[in-house]
Nanobody
Framework: QVQLVESGGGLVQAGGSLRLSCAAS????????MGWYRQAPGKQRELVAR???????NYADSVKGRFTISRDNAKNTVYLQMNSLKPEDTAVYYC?????????????????WGQGTQVTVSS
């Protein structure tokens, strides 16, 4: 019913920048919250940043001041601008969408996830 497609990952040197994008497709009327999570090898998936449809944001302490999340509600797209990247930011980054309402006012109970995009920061 809903697909999330991420782009923008890659290899960058420490101190560099990357911008991730995630576009949601399907018969979507609205999305309540969109966010980015990451999972490094041997670690649990963790929240990086999240943004509501009204623009309220929250960030992991480890990325505050370096990462900025934004969204385009008309395009059902969320972005993550990552600056001053560190080797410890290396992970697979996953897009998440929650509180999705489809056309016809059908509310989806489950969260949806993208396939993940690799971000590697070299020292």
């Amino acid at each position: 019913q809903v697909q999330l497609v991420e782009s923008g990952g890659g290899l960058v040197q420490a101190g560099g920048s990357l911008r991730l994008s995630c576009a949601a497709s399907g018969r979507i009327f609205s999305i309540g919250a969109m966010g980015w999570y990451r999972q490094a090898p041997g670690k649990q998936r963790e929240l990086v940043a999240r943004i509501t449809s009204g623009g309220s944001t929250n960030y992991a302490d480890s990325v505050k001041g370096r990462f900025t999340i934004s969204r385009d509600n008309a395009k059902n797209t969320v972005y993550l601008q990552m600056n001053s990247l560190k080797p410890e930011d290396t992970a697979v980054y996953y897009c998440n969408a929650a509180g999705i309402v489809l056309g016809g006012s059908y509310f989806l109970e489950d969260d949806y996830w993208g396939q993940g995009t690799q971000v590697t920061v070299s020292s």
